[in-house]
């Protein structure tokens, strides 16, 4: 992985950054008894996606910059695992959801470009 001055020049923590947003928007319209459950998990995982994306361009250690990478792969199909149980609850729609899917493919492809650079 080559080394990055600032990790808010990365493409992905950007990609990761709006992830947020649309995990935040999409999710406002859930059940209130979700606030606890889905509604946390989602935004939990979604908040985590460029905040690990910061520690792996920061730490300066390769090893452990691969680590957190790893740690983001698996939070981005955390992720979509909860938005296809939320179509599969009904609480959003396939045409809703779409967009997060392929931004969560999106940031997985860039993740394996930066493991790969």
Known sequence: MKEIEKFEDL?????GMELVQEVYGLT???P????QGLISQM????I???AKIAAAASC???KISLWYLAIVDGLL???EAHLKLSIRLNYVSKIDAAP????????ERMIEELILS
Do not use: H, Q
């Open 48 to 50: 985590k996606v460029p």
């Open 11 to 15: 493409e992905v923590w950007k990609a």
């Open 100 to 107: 997060i899917l392929e931004k969560c493919k999106s940031i």
């Open 43 to 46: 935004r939990t995982a979604a």
């Open 60 to 62: 300066g250690n390769l």
């Open 32 to 35: 209130a008894d979700e606030k």
């Open 28 to 30: 406002e319209n859930y």
């Open 77 to 79: 199909a955390a992720l």
